[in-house]
């Protein structure tokens, strides 16, 4: 019998970890900062979460029913993730048919027309939020207040980047305990910094995703924050308010830990990742500082989605025994 010789893509390394296992932990992992947000807004949340995510799995299973034609894929749970991100990257009060478009955008636009999980170069939930923010910018940018009681620093129709940007308030005038906690509005991902890093460091235990990333985007995030406050403010107590607030507002965390260390849009080596970290934070800060949005992470991420072939192809570990 002639030999056969069988050309498979990658991963060609496997390990006992299967994507249904990784995808589970990840929406294990966000289950705090949903929590959270249902705390702060209302049962709304579960509704705009229940429809992205049905939205994003209904896709996904039709595609490959009468358009790929191949093995269905929505067990994987990697359309539950994403469904779960998009909602994580939307207001609470944003209308469901609204929702219903991010879905599309992210399973038939940014995911399947490249060939399904594996082979999108962009993350499909950050290209959805991206297109929305594009498309409806007055419902993507006007938040509900907070529904909790006794609460004073809410926002309604601001975040605290948008407000600070505006010069509606001053940075240092913000709740950064608020921020850290989630008492402030915002997306419905990004209003708890404590949720979120207790979302990353299980991520970090069950060892889906390394360090790497999350030090390097926050880190640069912070060290150009402070850099800018020494020169352009006044410096002192100014710089740690400053610093403080860009790495706890927005969508900083939630960027960091679930959306830049995305598997199949990352680099990867770890020096490549922190390359890519680094221009993550680097970009963002950017934005944020001069740029038209308040809020540059999703869009610095995308940027640097596109740079990962270049970043696989130019930083490589040595060959085995190579000098």
């Given at each position: 019998?002639?030999?056969?010789?069988?050309?498979?893509?990658?991963?060609?390394?496997?390990?006992s970890?299967?994507?249904?296992?990784?995808?589970?932990?990840?929406?294990?992992?966000l289950?705090?900062?949903?929590?959270?947000?249902?705390?702060?807004?209302?049962?709304?949340?579960?509704?705009?979460?229940?429809?992205?995510?049905a939205?994003?799995?209904?896709?996904?299973?039709?595609?490959?029913?009468?358009?790929?034609?191949?093995?269905?894929?929505?067990?994987?749970?990697?359309?539950?993730?994403?469904?779960?991100?998009?909602?994580?990257?939307?207001?609470?009060?944003?209308?469901?048919?609204?929702?219903?478009?991010?879905?599309?955008?992210?399973?038939?636009?940014?995911?399947?027309?490249?060939?399904?999980?594996?082979?999108?170069?962009?993350?499909?939930?950050?290209?959805?939020?991206?297109?929305?923010?594009?498309?409806?910018?007055?419902?993507?940018?006007?938040?509900?207040?907070?529904?909790?009681?006794?609460?004073?620093?809410?926002?309604?129709?601001?975040?605290?980047?948008a407000?600070?940007?505006?010069?509606?308030?001053?940075?240092?005038?913000?709740?950064?305990?608020?921020?850290?906690?989630?008492?402030?509005?915002?997306?419905?991902?990004?209003?708890?910094?404590?949720?979120?890093?207790?979302?990353?460091?299980?991520?970090?235990?069950r060892?889906?995703?390394?360090?790497?990333?999350?030090?390097?985007?926050?880190?640069?995030?912070?060290?150009?924050?402070?850099?800018?406050?020494?020169?352009?403010?006044?410096?002192?107590?100014?710089?740690l308010?400053?610093?403080?607030?860009?790495?706890?507002?927005?969508?900083?965390?939630?960027?960091?830990?679930?959306?830049?260390?995305?598997?199949?849009?990352?680099?990867?080596?770890?020096?490549?990742?922190?390359i890519?970290?680094?221009?993550?934070?680097?970009?963002?800060?950017?934005?944020?500082?001069?740029?038209a949005?308040?809020?540059?992470?999703?869009f610095?991420?995308?940027?640097?989605?596109?740079?990962?072939?270049?970043?696989?192809?130019?930083?490589?570990?040595?060959?085995?025994?190579?000098?």
């Amino acid at each position: 019998m002639a030999n056969k010789f069988l050309v498979a893509p990658a991963p060609h390394v496997h390990g006992s970890q299967s994507t249904a296992r990784l995808m589970g932990d990840v929406i294990i992992a966000l289950l705090p900062a949903l929590a959270v947000s249902v705390r702060v807004f209302g049962w709304n949340v579960l509704a705009v979460t229940a429809v992205s995510i049905a939205s994003c799995v209904l896709l996904e299973f039709l595609v490959q029913r009468f358009l790929v034609k191949g093995p269905l894929t929505i067990n994987n749970f990697s359309a539950v993730v994403t469904g779960l991100l998009l909602a994580m990257n939307l207001p609470a009060n944003i209308p469901l048919w609204i929702v219903v478009i991010g879905a599309i955008v992210a399973i038939g636009v940014a995911k399947m027309p490249f060939g399904g999980l594996g082979k999108n170069p962009f993350n499909p939930a950050l290209a959805a939020r991206v297109f929305l923010l594009i498309a409806y910018p007055v419902q993507m940018t006007s938040f509900p207040a907070p529904k909790m009681e006794g609460i004073a620093d809410a926002f309604s129709g601001a975040t605290p980047l948008a407000a600070a940007k505006a010069q509606m308030v001053t940075f240092a005038d913000t709740d950064m305990l608020g921020l850290f906690t989630g008492t402030i509005g915002g997306s419905m991902g990004e209003i708890s910094a404590m949720a979120l890093l207790l979302g990353g460091l299980y991520l970090l235990v069950r060892r889906v995703i390394t360090w790497h990333i999350p030090v390097a985007v926050l880190g640069s995030m912070g060290i150009f924050a402070a850099i800018y406050a020494l020169c352009a403010l006044d410096g002192g107590a100014t710089t740690l308010y400053f610093t403080a607030f860009h790495l706890l507002a927005g969508g900083a965390i939630l960027g960091a830990v679930f959306m830049a260390t995305d598997y199949v849009t990352s680099p990867m080596t770890p020096k490549g990742m922190l390359i890519y970290g680094v221009g993550i934070g680097a970009i963002t800060m950017c934005i944020r500082l001069w740029g038209a949005y308040p809020e540059g992470m999703s869009f610095a991420i995308l940027i640097m989605n596109s740079v990962v072939p270049l970043i696989n192809k130019y930083v490589k570990p040595k060959r085995f025994g190579a000098r």
